[in-house]
């Protein structure tokens, strides 16, 4: 374990974080937090190979952000970059300068930090800190795409509805459907899907300024997760008549495996590069635990232990990494390739992101926070962690491979 006492600097203020000793060491679009970067204008020229990026906030050091979660809004704090390991840019955050500090509302997408803020019955998006466009509706964005420098974002209207934007213009819209994807690149453009539960309830395949309405098979009462992947719509499905969830995928369709449990939710695609897996938990209708499971077109992939939660998973071509563990503190994880164990992560640790980690140059990175015996930030690599001392967080991991062109 390595540790790293950086006060990131603005061109405002500096905040100094405190003294760092040596310590014993101790051992989640874009799908699978993989992406494909354009322009990113940053490190350009180098050799073409994948670049690990993390985002992070920092608070002043005598903030306690991690006790003070619903208030952190409203100080004054910094967003920062990190490419393969080296911090290249930050800017203010906050309520007063219109750029959330949670993880949810800020990524990084193609060489730049996207941020969306809500005031006063408006929405700003920013694009490292700086106004792209805005418009007179409060939306929460839930996806991003950047493609031939447009900028496309999806987002809902107090938890609700289905609303594409390119640069702020509003090109989908659909008050009563959900949002069952993120935006992907479905060849001809950008692309995503939303569903609408009705008597017979139907997907809406987005692509490239056009919408298909697929009607799903009579009996099927809602469809929960979906995405156009190559000439076939892959899509998870429930009937309340038969109790049963069906992956389908064109002309193919498999019930999915719950055993005894009630129901299953926090259903996700992910894409390898010649299959996709359905990543889903399973739960029980008296308590609040869960345990985790991935589907395939063939049925049941990977079943984990009774009550265990996943705090992150990723693929890699067709490989699923996941880091797994115990639901109840003190939070103690492992992480896995596929059905095999890697290494012991250890324990007291908090996953804040849903992008907490991801794979580059055949090395599995994680980012969370360690609690004991003090709050740190910490990043690993193949479990080689390093703590990094300011106060604060890192809010998401991706790896960007270069366009050939």
Known sequence: MRILNIALISSIFIWFSCTVREVLSVEDNIHGNIGSEEESGIGEGEASKGKVYVTGVEFPSYYDWASSVEQNEEEEALIFLMADGVRVTDFLAGR???????????????????????????????RDGELLFS????????????????????????????????NGVLHYESHDADILSGLYDDGPGVGFCAGKNRKRCSVDIYSDGKVMEYLCPEGLDSVLVAEKIGDDLVYVGYSSETDEYMLSCGNRSVVLERYLYDYISEFRILRGQNCFFIYGERSDKNDNLCSPAVWTADGLYLDFSVYDKCFSICADSDTLYSFVG???????????????????CGSWMTVRSDRASAVSEGKLYFIYEKSRPYLRPCLSVDGDETQYGFNGFFSGISVWQPVSH
């Open 96 to 126: 007063k300068h219109g750029v959330y500090t949670d993880p949810s509302r800020h990524r990084f997408v193609n060489g730049h930090i996207y941020s969306d803020f809500n005031i006063e019955g408006r929405t700003l998006v920013k």
């Open 135 to 166: 418009y007179d509706t409060e939306e929460t964005v839930v996806a991003w795409a950047v493609m031939d420098g447009e900028v496309y974002t999806l987002a809902r209207r107090e938890g609700k509805g289905a609303y594409l934007r390119k």
């Open 326 to 344: 115990v639901q109840q503190y003190p939070q103690g994880m492992h992480a896995y390739k596929d059905r095999k164990e890697l290494f012991d």
